[in-house]
């Protein structure tokens, strides 16, 4: 991975060898730190400096300005591959050490752009037209909810290149303020962390002339900024209202966030996230207040995350008839099981311009529901792709299942322990399964493990870390859903197979609904009938005695199932 470290300067000869000396070149092992100098017209001899510390140096022939120094050095950086920007100011005040603060809040946050808190107010050394001058464009920039950080003008920032690609600066003064308003336009994850801040040593600051001038340029700059911030590559504005934020292990949630986190980097569009992650008693005020703000929205496209949070679509139709409303819609949330639901549910689908269906099988229950086909676009489920296939590793020559996902009927883990298992036991009993996740089936699974003496041959876990997941994924042999069908319910994909087989585990599942998109037969895994004990038991021995390819594995979820798939689709199919 490479960071290179953006530092414009102009007539900086007696503080850049103090900047570029102190900036370490190690962090973390895979991390290669590079800096770069934009020289923008200097007279003095900034230049030859920088390229004696070891940076590589850009030259402007006359002075541009910070931002066209900036817009340099941006493209310089992309065009070195680089994989993190960091921008650092010349003249010394900023602690070069310190660059390793603004990359452990990166990784701890997972944000897209970290900005160095100077601690404005705080600051005695600071000239009062600077702080007066920051201390405004900071707030003018929360007046317009373009930001929650409180240190706007920050030269110390650190951001992924995909931000990098995405930003389009046309400022003539400085690039901070406007690089914040399209961050918050197309959906990037902004914090900040406190930084120090030092006095000046040699000169004076090239972008203050006075108060007046600084606080007029940069007010400037803001309004330009803001009306223009969907200007750019004739983004859509989107407005997505979801009801499936919550941590909880769940395959609506894991969509949602799965998809948000591939949206937010597009820049074809200007995403807009109302969404809830709290119990059922605050949805009763959540759902229409959401319906108040897409009524009310100057969005270009709203898009509402499941069925149920679309039951406004008639009244939204009325008033906003040109508005383009468009639906995510998964199984459950078409089969609930309530008279009063599904006549909601029939009268308010039609009215959309556009649903997502995560399977064949889902699109055929909206269908059902009165939908027009011609409106229904099928696109599969998308997990984060690891960066390499895992090896497998287990203990001698013990045989590995994992059932992994919320305990309920439907997922048939009960049917296998009792229909199953004992027969499987009975020709290999080097067989082990590891059952992790917790529902209200559980009651159920612990009387039949008790009943046929499973014990031994069985490890429960309950809920499950993320890494504890990914270890079980790496330490199995075989993954295993064995779905049954259950009245009022439905598998809607079965996100949970291409985890596994996106790190090299292969799956056997049974064919039913929405699991049969979600497997690759021979490639991925293989299927056998639901409910029919003894053709699980044969399917699962071959699959045991099969030699798998887990780079074809690995392979064919990239292609098929990764979040930018989804997120281009979404975009082609769903919101053109």
Same mark, same amino acid.
């Given at each position: 991975m490479r960071l290179l470290v953006l530092i414009p300067a102009y007539n900086e000869e007696g503080s850049i060898a103090d900047v570029l000396t102190s900036l370490p070149r190690t962090i973390e092992p895979d991390l290669e730190i590079i800096p770069?100098?934009?020289d923008d017209g200097s007279t003095d001899a900034t230049a030859t400096i920088a390229e004696a510390c070891g940076a590589i140096v850009v030259e402007h022939p006359r002075r541009s300005g910070l931002a066209a120094a900036f817009r340099t050095g941006l493209s310089r950086a992309l065009l070195e591959k680089a994989d993190l920007i960091a921008t650092l100011d010349a003249d010394s005040q900023y602690r070069s050490e310190e660059v390793a603060l603004l990359i452990a809040r990166m990784r701890e946050t997972n944000a897209d752009l970290v900005v160095g808190d100077r601690q404005v107010r705080l600051l005695s050394h600071m000239p009062w037209k600077h702080r007066i001058g920051n201390i405004i464009g900071s707030a003018m920039l929360r007046l317009l909810r373009c930001t929650d950080i409180t240190d706007a003008s920050s030269g110390f920032r650190l951001f992924t290149a995909?931000?990098?690609? &995405?930003?389009?600066?046309?400022?003539?003064?400085?690039?901070?303020?406007?690089?914040?308003?399209? !961050?918050?336009?197309?959906? +990037?994850?902004v914090v900040e962390v406190p930084v120090t801040f030092l006095p000046r040593k040699y000169g004076k600051s090239k972008l203050v002339r006075t108060l007046r001038h600084h606080i007029l340029r940069s007010c400037g700059t803001i309004v330009r900024a803001y009306v223009r911030r969907n200007a750019f590559a004739g983004r859509k504005r989107v407005l997505f209202i979801t009801r499936s934020l919550q941590r909880r292990p769940g395959g609506m949630q894991s969509y949602v966030r799965t998809l948000l986190r591939a949206l937010r980097h597009r820049p074809e569009i200007s995403l807009v996230v109302l969404g809830y992650g709290g119990g059922r008693f605050g949805l009763c005020f959540f759902l229409p207040y959401a319906w108040m703000r897409a009524l009310l929205s100057r969005a270009d496209i709203v898009h509402f995350g499941d069925a149920a949070s679309a039951l406004f679509l008639p009244v939204l139709r009325f008033f906003r008839p040109h508005l383009r409303v468009t639906v995510t819609v998964y199984g459950l949330d078409l089969t609930y099981d309530s008279f009063f639901y599904r006549f909601l549910i029939r009268r308010s689908l039609p009215h959309a311009d556009r649903i997502v269906a995560i399977s064949s099988a889902t699109a055929c229950a909206t269908e059902r529901l009165g939908v027009s086909k011609a409106k229904i676009v099928v696109l599969p489920c998308a997990v984060s792709i690891p960066q390499l296939s895992l090896p497998r590793s287990r203990e001698g020559g013990v045989q590995e299942i994992l059932l992994l996902g919320r305990q *309920?009927?439907?997922?048939?883990? &009960?049917?296998?322990?009792?229909?199953?298992? #004992?027969?499987? $036991?009975?020709?290999?009993?080097? *067989?082990?399964?590891?059952?992790?996740?917790?529902?209200?089936?559980? %009651?159920? *699974?612990?009387?039949?493990?008790?009943?046929?003496?499973?014990? #031994?041959? $069985?490890?429960?876990?309950?809920?499950?870390?993320?890494?504890?997941?990914?270890?079980? +994924? !790496?330490?199995?042999?075989?993954?295993? $859903? %064995?779905?049954? %069908?259950?009245?009022?319910?439905?598998e809607g994909f079965g996100l949970v197979c291409i985890e596994a087989s996106s790190h090299g585990l292969p799956v056997v599942a049974a064919k039913l609904e929405g699991v049969s998109e979600s497997v690759i037969e021979g490639v991925t895994g293989l299927f056998f009938q639901p409910q029919n004990g003894e053709d699980c038991l044969r399917v699962i021995k071959k699959a045991l005695s099969k030699k798998w390819?887990?780079? &074809?594995? +690995?392979?064919?979820?990239?292609?098929?199932?990764? %979040?930018?798939?989804? &997120?281009?689709?979404?975009l082609k199919h769903v919101w053109n």
């Open positions: 770069l100098v934009v995909d931000m990098a690609r &995405a930003i389009r600066i046309t400022s003539v003064h400085t690039y901070t303020h406007e690089m914040l308003i399209q !961050a918050k336009a197309f959906g +990037y994850t *309920i009927k439907r997922k048939g883990s &009960a049917w296998f322990l009792e229909s199953v298992l #004992p027969m499987l $036991l009975r020709d290999d009993p080097q *067989i082990h399964c590891t059952i992790a996740g917790d529902g209200p089936e559980m %009651p159920t *699974i612990r009387r039949i493990i008790q009943e046929k003496n499973l014990g #031994p041959f $069985l490890s429960m876990l309950g809920d499950v870390s993320e890494e504890m997941k990914q270890r079980l +994924y !790496a330490t199995s042999t075989l993954f295993l $859903l %064995p779905s049954i %069908p259950v009245t009022g319910d439905m390819q887990q780079d &074809a594995m +690995y392979e064919v979820c990239r292609q098929k199932f990764s %979040p930018d798939v989804l &997120a281009s689709s979404y």
